[in-house]
């Protein structure tokens, strides 16, 4: 059974710092992994989806990265902005393609 | 704005009663999937439709099922309600381009319905 984890659970950093964010998953027989974004009781907003044979992907001022191998993948954010602040949540489809997510990561962005 | 629509946005229901909610897709999809998440969790998948047929489900108890339209606009019916069943249920839609589903779709997710039983 896939397990997606997520780390760090919660972030909270000042406004223009580059951010790092973790999701493991077990199973590295995947066909893709994807980032959302989560504003509070909202829905989920895409934010980049990375193929298995690819190894990352970048819009504006994220870059996502896949090392299937060792079934990691890293969500970078550069030059954080207050408007950033909302859950992040990494999402694998694996072999019986159904999606497991992580839990998330909060992330608070102050001025 | 994804072009995803749910109604209602917020139900409070009584256990043991029965629940329909509605999911109308992105112009042009042809894939639905339905996820429930708990306060604090990650969404947890429930089942998908593609062309009117269930073709994925998640570890869920056959008092929940569905349904998706000619047009794509699709229902989740949870019958024999419990108090877990208290949660934000999200509806995506994607456009699957490929048969052998290895597909490469980006899900585009509805706004929620926010469910609380008592």
């Known amino acids: 059974k896939q397990e997606v984890t997520q780390i760090p659970a919660a972030l909270s950093v000042p406004e223009g710092e580059n951010l790092v964010l973790n999701c493991s998953f077990t199973?590295?027989?995947?066909?893709?992994l994807q980032w959302f974004r989560q504003d509070p009781g909202k829905g989920l907003t895409s934010l980049l989806l990375i193929q298995s044979s690819q190894r990352e992907q970048t819009s504006g001022r994220l870059n996502a990265s896949l090392d299937k191998s060792s079934g990691r993948s890293t969500l970078y954010i550069a030059a954080s902005q207050p408007g950033d602040s909302a859950t992040y949540l990494c999402?694998?489809?694996?072999?019986?393609?159904?999606?497991?997510f992580g839990r998330g990561t909060s992330l608070i962005v102050h001025p | 704005e994804t072009g995803v629509t749910q109604s209602p946005t917020h139900l409070i229901k009584t256990r043991g009663q029965q629940v329909t909610l509605r999911c109308s897709s992105q112009?042009?999809?042809?894939?639905v999937s339905w996820y429930q998440q708990a306060l604090g969790q990650g969404p947890q998948f429930i089942f998908q439709?593609?062309?009117?047929?269930?073709?994925g489900r998640g570890n869920f108890p056959p008092r929940f099922s569905g349904l998706q339209f000619p047009n794509y606009s699709s229902e989740l019916n949870v019958n024999a309600l419990e108090l877990d069943d208290s949660a934000l249920y999200l509806c995506?839609?994607?456009?699957?381009?490929?048969?052998?589903?290895?597909?490469?779709?980006?899900?585009?997710f509805g706004p929620g319905t926010r469910l609380l039983v008592l």
């Open positions: 999402a694998v489809r694996g072999g019986s393609y159904i999606p497991t």
């Open positions: 199973d590295s027989a995947i066909y893709n």
């Open positions: 112009s042009g999809h042809n894939t």
């Open positions: 439709y593609y062309r009117e047929e269930e073709n």
């Open positions: 995506a839609s994607s456009l699957f381009q490929r048969e052998d589903f290895l597909t490469t779709e980006t899900q585009y």
